[in-house]
């Protein structure tokens, strides 16, 4: 690795201008990356769900629908509204009260409860159908459009207008993340640095990765809403300290080689690829693990995420050093004292009172395992949107008016007959929370022969295989009551027809419940299986692994259990996220003491003597490192109106904190505790024993 060093050294000024030539594909690829908002549309594709999605739009030209409601209106200006909704580009159909009048069914022969249906009061209803997916651009245009040509008399519903506020939201708020999480890691970065520019230089490294990385993501073609919102403050958090090891280690060179920089970098470098590819390889680990998960948004934050460490490894042993060798001069003149401690006091207060720490994080184990089983999720995604944006104020309204929360659709045979179909809804009418249903025999009347309904009607709810039929319910979306409902109006329509299929976001969302339940389970298990491998290796142990991963899956249920005793309800992906990221990224911090607590012991020196070495050392870094971590993420989730970006940001900020504390004071305690069975359990220890048993027989050979 010194060769590469003395050629990164050597070659600092086109390094730096590459990097730059770099930017501008990478940023042309990110502005050409499509960003998906729709988090159901991470469900497997052979589900019925996802499966009837794909037979609505193939068979109707139909993907996602909203509810519009409009208030104070007469019937005439309803279906003047209804047809300029028509005319919009990707609005395949408007179905509503006042526009079927408008068709030769005379009004007065259509049942009398439709009216009931679409008429509450002095509001309407219409259902709109878009010939894309719920979150495709034309959908979410076609809402946009919409919004226009309406005023505050008009309400827009529904998935597809949930999801255009929370692009407008997310849009507006990246930029500030970004500028947040920059200026509270560079604060941090002065505190606990000894120069007020290198912070800059780092920064601007890891800018150059984010970059990259994000670019990249052209190939991947779309990306969640969600990893792009997390990627950049992640990558700062988690690469963060790979600029922190190589600085420090040119440091350390200087003092060998105090004229010559450029050699002092290269040995820098060398040493600092060693560690930072190691170190990097459980936080790859960790994401990597996501993309095991059959709920794809998994797939896409893992394969993002560990893109995004690897390009912050590159941009470190390459960009960085070119920067800090081209400017050193004006990094020496803005040099400065650390203003952290040395911490020693502390050091020597947690090593003599390790039995304490230890007691105190066997009593913490039990309520953190409690309220880690314990906390609740949630997995409606508007419910944590603010109040006053069109779509939440929609839904309320859609609720409040007609008391519906929800609406499913049903693709029943096409063919099935009128008396079957009405029995069949008059069935679905008695499950609880059922506030109407609404197909084309529905609409027709069983009295209406078929053949004389216009075919424009027709081909609204009837196609050649399939026939649409809405279900309105007055339960929200991932509660209890509508899952079991769902589950109930699924076994019905099984009865009267073994090819129906229940979609809608309601019946997505109990798939989701249900996968993901499996998913976190897997990954969770997968990815401490992949780092105690990782920790095994490096350490050629057996019982490291053990004491490392137990003290951060104690940090991770101490995390997840707060939820739970300050009544928080968190994201439904918020247990992998925390799971995987914080074991991955902050087992680091109980690495970097272990390696110096077996270098003392390897050199002969005692128990206590090699611990309190290996934590006064360490501590610092571990702080800084935490700290970064925590800066990184704590101002993205303080501002951001996105409930899931704030708590998973506020969950990775307290996590970073809680690890920092628990390596800080249950590792030493654990080292000091089990030292007898990590030295016979491991390589590169020396057991005390062996090292006084070896002074003895010095001692009388002297003699």
């Not at 970097?592 to 390897?602: A, D, I, N, Q, S």
């Not at 501590?619 to 409930?643: E, P, R």
Request: hydrophobic content about 45%; aromatic content about 8%; some cysteine.
């Amino acid at each position: 690795m010194l060769r590469f060093g003395e050629w990164v050294a050597k070659h600092k000024t086109l390094i730096l201008i590459f990097g730059v030539l770099m930017m501008i594909p990478s940023a042309i690829g990110y502005i050409n990356t499509r960003v998906n908002y729709d988090i159901l549309s991470y469900l497997p594709k052979d589900i019925d769900t996802m499966v009837g999605q794909d037979i609505l739009q193939d068979e109707f030209g139909q993907g996602g629908f909203s509810l519009v409601m409009t208030e104070g209106m007469s019937d005439k200006d309803v279906a003047k509204t209804a047809r300029r909704f028509e005319e919009i580009d990707h609005v395949s159909s408007v179905v509503c009260y006042q526009s079927l009048t408008d068709c030769e069914i005379p009004k007065e022969i259509l049942p009398s409860d439709i009216e009931e249906f679409f008429t509450k009061d002095d509001t309407t209803m219409m259902a709109v159908f878009f010939d894309e997916g719920t979150s495709a651009d034309g959908t979410l245009a076609a809402v946009e459009e919409m919004r226009s040509i309406t005023d505050e008399q008009c309400f827009i519903s529904g998935m597809s207008a949930i999801t255009l506020d929370m692009k407008n939201l997310s849009k507006s708020e990246s930029v500030i993340y970004a500028v947040i999480a920059v200026l509270l890691t560079s604060l941090v970065l002065v505190l606990t640095m000894d120069s007020f520019l290198i912070p800059v230089f780092f920064m601007l490294s890891i800018g150059f990765a984010v970059v990259w990385n994000l670019g990249s993501n052209f190939v991947l073609g779309e990306i969640s809403f969600l990893t792009q919102a997390l990627a950049l403050v992640l990558q700062l958090g988690v690469t963060m300290d790979y600029s922190i090891f190589l600085w420090h280690s040119y440091k350390e060179q200087l003092l060998v080689y105090p004229d010559d920089k450029q050699e002092a970098m290269a040995h820098a470098i060398a040493n600092t690829v060693v560690s930072v590819v190691s170190s990097s390889f459980t936080t790859v680990a960790g994401f990597l693990a996501m993309c095991f998960m059959s709920f794809t948004l998994g797939l896409d934050l893992g394969i993002v995420m560990a893109k995004g460490v690897i390009c912050g490894v590159i941009a470190c042993v390459t960009v960085l050093p070119a920067m800090i060798l081209i400017f050193e001069k004006a990094i020496a003149k803005t040099s400065h004292r650390e203003f952290l401690p040395n911490f020693k006091k502390t050091s020597s207060f947690i090593a003599k009172n390790s039995a304490a720490f230890l007691m105190i994080g066997i009593a913490l184990l039990i309520p953190a395992v409690y309220g880690n089983g314990h906390y609740d999720v949630y997995y409606k995604l508007d419910s944590t949107l603010p109040s006053s944006l069109e779509s939440v104020s929609a839904n309320e309204k859609l609720s409040n008016d007609f008391n519906m929360n929800s609406t499913h659709i049903l693709l029943a045979d096409t063919n099935l007959d009128a008396k079957t179909e009405s029995k069949m809804l008059k069935e679905m009418d008695k499950v609880d929370g059922v506030q109407f249903t609404l197909g084309f025999n529905t609409l027709a009347g069983p009295a209406i022969p078929e053949e004389v309904i216009p075919e424009d009607l027709r081909s609204k709810l009837k196609g050649d295989e399939y026939q649409l039929i809405l279900i309105g319910s007055e339960y929200e979306v991932a509660s209890d009551k509508v899952n079991e409902q769902v589950g109930n109006l699924s076994k019905i329509a099984a009865k009267y027809d073994d090819k129906a299929m229940l979609i809608g976001e309601a019946p997505a969302t109990k798939d989701l419940i249900n996968i993901t339940d499996k998913d976190f389970n897997v990954v969770s298990i997968l990815s401490i299986a992949v780092i105690f491998l990782i920790i095994a290796l490096t350490f050629k142990s057996l019982s490291l692994p053990v004491i490392l991963v137990s003290v951060i899956e104690l940090a991770i249920m101490v995390n997840l259990g707060l939820a739970y005793f300050t009544n928080t309800e968190l994201p439904f992906i918020a247990s992998v996220v925390i799971g995987t990221i914080q074991l991955g990224a902050t087992v680091d911090y109980a690495i970097l003491m272990t390696t110096r607590y077996r270098k003392e012991r390897h050199s002969g020196k005692g128990k206590k003597e090699s611990i309190s070495i290996a934590l006064e050392t360490s501590i610092k870094s571990v702080i800084t490192s935490a700290l970064g971590f925590f800066a990184a993420t704590i101002g993205v989730a303080l501002y951001s109106d996105i409930g899931m970006i704030s708590s998973l940001c506020m969950l990775l900020a307290r996590g970073a904190i809680i690890s920092m504390v628990i390596v800080i004071t249950m590792l030493p305690s654990m080292f000091m505790l089990l030292d007898g069975i990590i030295c016979r359990t491991s390589a590169g220890f020396r057991p005390e024993k062996e090292k006084y048993s070896n002074y003895t027989q010095t001692q009388f050979r002297s003699a």
